[in-house]
């Protein structure tokens, strides 16, 4: 993705490549370059669910002011009750060059989980129910999912990125 990309983004960006319906709440947590004091970026939220503590707005904070040679990478946490956590790691950096629709997908490896299975460990028992035909939630499983459910597959030309501020809009405006 560009450089000119703000985390709110990088968000949306990051559920469209996992295929998640984005509908649970995110928090990127990094390093301030400035003070060197780890802060939580994502959307305030308007009912005191902030804790009390500083929040910095993912909509209006660029990936740019972050991501450097010196600090490549941040912390990305998807829907807190299944605690989705990755590693967003800087690989290079470039200019936006005219003709290219971003973000762009590069490659990838494997199916995403569904999203609500559970975390790690209801992912794993997923697979598992799924893998076993004599599993008493082998049916129940694949008809939630979906019966083609593999958890191999990939196909980077079905990943379908939305355009953040349309979907900021959708869910904010």
Same mark, same amino acid.
């Given at each position: 993705?560009?450089?000119?990309?703000?985390?709110?983004?990088?968000?949306? %960006?990051?559920?469209? %490549?996992?295929?998640? %319906? !984005?509908?649970?709440?995110? #928090?990127?947590?990094?390093?301030?370059?400035?003070?060197?004091?780890?802060?939580?970026?994502?959307?305030?939220?308007?009912?005191?669910?902030?804790?009390?503590?500083?929040?910095?707005?993912?909509?209006?904070?660029?990936?740019?002011?972050?991501?450097?040679?010196?600090?490549?990478?941040?912390?990305?946490?998807?829907?807190?009750?299944?605690?989705?956590?990755?590693?967003?790691?800087?690989?290079?950096?470039?200019?936006? #060059?005219?003709?290219?629709?971003?973000?762009?997908?590069? $490659?990838?490896?494997?199916?995403?989980?569904?999203?609500?299975? $559970?975390?790690?460990? $209801?992912?794993? #028992?997923?697979?598992?129910?799924?893998?076993?035909?004599?599993?008493? !939630?082998?049916?129940?499983?694949?008809?939630?999912? $979906?019966? !083609?459910?593999?958890?191999?597959?990939?196909?980077? #030309?079905?990943?379908?990125?939305?355009?953040?501020?349309?979907?900021?809009?959708?869910?904010?405006?």
């Amino acid at each position: 993705m560009p450089e000119d990309y703000t985390f709110w983004g990088l968000h949306v %960006a990051i559920t469209d %490549a996992m295929g998640w %319906a !984005d509908y649970h709440l995110h #928090q990127f947590k990094v390093n301030d370059p400035k003070s060197e004091e780890e802060v939580s970026i994502r959307i305030p939220m308007e009912d005191g669910f902030d804790w009390n503590i500083e929040i910095r707005n993912s909509y209006e904070e660029m990936i740019s002011d972050y991501f450097s040679e010196d600090q490549p990478q941040c912390d990305y946490e998807y829907d807190f009750g299944d605690c989705w956590k990755h590693s967003v790691i800087l690989e290079e950096t470039e200019p936006r #060059q005219e003709g290219y629709l971003y973000p762009r997908l590069l $490659g990838g490896e494997g199916t995403c989980p569904p999203e609500d299975v $559970g975390g790690i460990d $209801g992912y794993n #028992q997923f697979l598992e129910a799924i893998d076993d035909p004599e599993h008493e !939630d082998h049916d129940r499983l694949l008809t939630w999912v $979906g019966w !083609d459910f593999d958890p191999r597959a990939f196909n980077p #030309q079905q990943v379908k990125f939305r355009d953040p501020e349309k979907t900021y809009q959708h869910y904010y405006g």
